[in-house]
């Protein structure tokens, strides 16, 4: 989704802002642009397509950059209008004084346009909810920006980030939020404003987060913020303990297969963390009693996409070590389904971002009514880390690519320690029982290397079936949550029509679509469910499907059923999903390499969806 980048100081602020945006593509965007300042003359840039585009515009206009110590950027994922040049970020007030970036949307910018046009003759010309700010601080603007920005958001409903500069002002940068990350950094005789953390992090690892309804003015040497009612606040400084490096391809051909390997090291910090002397679960952050833990009589799991398919994994284990109900829902749903909430929920929120508006509201709902918040969250210090009332770290590290591959196996690996946690405060899971889990999650990153170290079977496989344009992923279980985690890695970045079911279900209506040479991938992993896996392969081959079978070593009977095996290390059945998941990522990721598809930056997707 947009990016936001801002720099003031006495370096050159063109390309300190570029290089920002161009940390911020993996976000998704359709166009980039810059607002600079040169000495109290605003100049804008802004392109259609990708950062490349904007760099050769500004390198025609042949500017003189070594004269420009102030500038904001945007890359916008269009909401209203469509991707255009007009419509790009920043956007001018009618007098070309003041220039603003904006993520987010303005629900009422049509009402506020209207009255712009009749009371103050102001033309518009993109189609944009943002260029309203621009306008409304045009009109409020009376030489001083940071009052204009009070009186402008006091009419503003919706969710924005806004960085504004105004001509007649060229040594400081004016902020605000509500609803949208927005961060301020601090650097040394400069500073820097930004919606995301890598844009910064070459340059700082020092941030301010800056709070809902509050203003930030920046200067060269100094960042002041102001509540709602304008009175100075007083900040922590935030310290972000990884480098520029975590945020860098390392290597690899994309951020996606860098992720994917980066897995079993996400999983030892994830679980090493929590795990006490004698092995039992301690959560850090989590303040649970056992009166809070009898006292909830149902959990509500509530997630988008892929943290969403962790989450129908947290429902399994929740259920089988800690015995209290759960209801997982997509957060769209959650939210506008009146649901059954008290102080008796646990609400739990799964989200990489924590910035996901849709989980966002879904936890303001759940609140309201007075659940117990507690959130998986992987970004610290995010919109849904601050609003909960306990915060679980997933510790996956920056997660760069589009397609979520560590932050949902540190989201499942969160989610067991969750389960076994309550399970032994309760008292209904046997020690026993517990320490042999553990015993099985502590040895999953090795057997995950191991995994990844045949990731030469699969790319082969990858080179075998590329070209097929419908699959189906089945699996009973645990499996059939995975299918459906496997089922959108690949149809997100290949954009193969592919649909996950339970097996059971096939028979039901979805297998009158098998027919000669579509592709089956059959997870098998379940023992105690694998001779039903056998029987639902055979009714899919019967009807000439290929079939790709996933199962643990030494199920070796998979191999008469299956077209192709891939097998996963031996493991309990109970943990089985954060190995299974890893050799479905790999085939999609290949996948798509052979289709020559943009792997880490999907079309029509964006990593942080901060829209409804
Ligand atoms: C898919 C993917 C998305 C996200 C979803 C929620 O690979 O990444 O489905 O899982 O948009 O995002 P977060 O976890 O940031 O709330």
């Not at 033309?123 to 621009?134: I, L, N, R």
């Not at 995950?448 to 089945?474: C, M, S």
Request: include cysteine.
């Amino acid at each position: 989704m947009c990016g936001i980048v801002g720099y003031i100081g006495s370096g050159n602020a063109e390309k300190i802002v570029i290089e920002g945006l161009k940390k911020l593509e993996y976000r998704g965007y359709d166009s980039s642009g810059i607002a600079m300042n040169f000495d109290g003359k605003l100049v804008v840039e802004k392109r259609k397509g990708r950062i490349t585009n904007l760099e050769e515009a500004l390198e025609k206009a042949s500017y003189d950059f070594g004269n420009c110590h102030l500038a904001i950027g945007h890359t916008r994922w269009a909401t209203h209008g469509a991707p255009s040049d007009v419509n790009a970020h920043p956007h001018f007030s009618m007098d070309h004084r003041i220039a603003i970036v904006h993520n987010g949307i303005v629900e009422n910018y049509l009402e506020i346009k209207d009255r712009l046009i009749k009371e103050h003759g102001i033309k518009f010309v993109s189609e944009t909810d943002s260029e309203v700010v621009a306008q409304l601080l045009s009109v409020y603007y009376k030489g001083d920006l940071e009052e204009a920005m009070f009186r402008a958001i006091a009419e503003m409903r919706g969710a924005y980030s806004i960085c504004a500069i105004a001509a007649d002002e060229p040594d400081r940068i004016v902020a605000t939020r509500k609803d949208a990350p927005l961060l301020a950094g601090i650097g040394n005789g400069c500073n820097f404003l930004a919606s995301d953390i890598p844009a910064l992090l070459k340059h700082s690892r020092e941030f301010y987060l800056i709070e809902n309804g509050e203003v930030v003015v920046l200067t060269r040497n100094d960042i002041k913020i102001y509540n709602s009612e304008h009175q100075p606040v007083t900040r922590d400084v935030f310290h972000v303990s990884w480098d520029a490096d975590s945020a860098e391809k390392e290597g690899y051909d994309h951020f996606m297969i860098k992720e994917i390997h980066e897995q079993p090291k996400g999983l030892t910090e994830t679980l090493e963390r929590r795990l006490g002397a004698d092995g039992t679960v301690k959560l850090d952050g989590i303040h649970l009693t056992k009166e809070d833990i009898e006292g909830f009589d149902r959990v509500y799991i509530v997630a988008c996409g892929t943290a969403y398919h962790a989450g129908l994994i947290g429902k399994y284990a929740i259920e089988k070590f800690a015995k209290i109900p759960v209801e997982v829902d997509v957060a769209s749903e959650f939210r506008y389904r009146d649901p059954f909430v008290d102080s008796r929920t646990l609400f739990i929120a799964i989200s990489q971002s924590g910035e996901t508006l849709d989980t966002l509201a879904a936890l303001r709902e759940a609140k309201s009514k007075g659940a117990r918040i507690m959130s998986v969250v992987n970004v610290v210090g995010s919109s849904v880390a601050r609003e909960s009332d306990d915060v679980f770290y997933t510790w996956a590290g920056p997660e760069i690519a589009v397609a979520s591959t560590k932050a949902y196996t540190t989201q499942l690996m969160c989610m067991y320690l969750i389960a076994l946690y309550m399970g032994r405060v309760k008292g209904v899971l046997e020690k026993a029982y517990h320490d042999r889990i553990v015993e099985e999650l502590r040895a999953i990153p090795a057997k995950l290397e191991k995994l990844l170290e045949g990731e030469q079977v699969i790319k082969n496989l990858a080179k075998e079936l590329y070209r097929i344009e419908h699959v189906f992923f089945i699996g009973r279980g645990t499996d059939s949550a995975v299918a459906l985690e496997g089922s959108l890695k690949l149809k997100e970045i290949s954009y193969i029509n592919s649909f996950a079911i339970a097996a059971g279900e096939l028979k039901h209506g979805t297998i009158a679509l098998i027919e000669k040479d579509t592709l089956v991938v059959a997870l098998s992993t379940q023992d105690r469910l694998f001779e039903k896996m056998l029987s639902n392969i055979q009714e899919v081959k019967a009807r000439g499907a290929f079939v790709i079978g996933v199962a643990k070593e030494g199920n070796a009977a998979i191999e008469e059923q299956a077209s192709r095996t891939i097998y996963i290390p031996e493991c309990m059945d109970e943990v089985t999903p954060l190995l299974t998941v890893v050799p479905l990522q790999i085939l999609a990721y290949y996948i798509a390499k052979e289709r020559g598809c943009d792997i880490d930056k999907p079309k029509n997707l964006a990593k942080s969806v901060t829209v409804e």
